[in-house]
């Protein structure tokens, strides 16, 4: 079993529009991550959320882990062509093992 | 923080060659990892390599297949052996600890 949910697995949205990502443990999240992956690159770290209902956003980024620390979303506000790309959660959830969510791909129509 | 290299940065390989990928940071630490992303998919954690000691290899990932070496705190090699076209994928390799992971750039390997 996936121990990270994302979703949706994928998203289609035109220019401009609000979207959300979420992603969701089972488990307590010690650190939660949110990288973005332009489509045959490597990762770009994005944001890292530690503490229960904190939020941090950059640029029209903005990340929430909630008060259980079990769920975090990741919301873009007026998409961009640039933001398309696979957007990945990743986590902590005990002992040195990292664990990466399913994936969110991301395509925004100009 | 810390800086990570990968060399190359893509490649295209026949089949049944191999291609050793290198991964340089740029500070001393204590484990390494190498990740593989299979297009359209998420990564998979294929080992985790310290300084000193034998790799640990994740289930469904052996030695023969994925040779690594770590000689030192600042330098890894991942061997992708007797490649056939399903090890065409992205590999990374991260460093650091459970709450702060680091990527490399990434090598895009295409099978041919």
């Known amino acids: 079993s996936q121990e990270l949910e994302q979703s949706p697995q994928s998203l289609i949205v035109q220019e401009g529009k609000n979207l959300t990502i979420n992603c969701t443990s089972s488990?307590?999240?010690?650190?939660l991550y949110w990288y973005k992956q332009k489509y045959g690159e490597g990762l770009i770290f994005l944001m890292m959320?530690?503490?229960?209902?904190e939020e941090k956003s950059h640029e029209k980024i903005t990340a929430k882990l909630d008060e259980k620390k079990q769920q975090s979303s990741l919301h873009i506000t007026a998409s961009q062509p640039s933001h398309a790309g696979i957007y990945l959660c990743g986590a902590a959830l005990g002992g040195n093992q990292f664990y990466f969510g399913t994936g969110t791909s991301l395509t925004v129509i100009p | 923080s810390a800086v990570i290299s990968q060399k190359p940065s893509r490649d295209i390989c026949q089949r049944g060659t191999s291609l050793t990928i290198q991964c340089q940071v740029d500070?001393?630490?204590?484990?390494m990892f190498w990740y593989r992303q299979q297009p359209g998919q998420s990564l998979t954690l294929i080992a985790t390599a310290n300084q000193g000691s034998e790799a640990t290899y994740e289930s469904g990932f052996v030695i023969d297949k994925f040779p690594i070496s770590r000689p030192n705190l600042t330098f890894s090699t991942l061997t992708v052996s007797n490649m056939s076209p399903e090890d065409s994928s992205i590999y990374l390799c991260?460093?650091?600890?459970?709450?702060?992971?680091?990527f490399g750039p990434g090598t895009r390997l295409t099978v041919t």
């Open positions: 500070s001393q630490v204590t484990m």
């Open positions: 488990k307590t999240l010690y650190g």
């Open positions: 991260s460093v650091g600890a459970s709450y702060e992971q680091y």
């Open positions: 959320l530690q503490k229960g209902g």
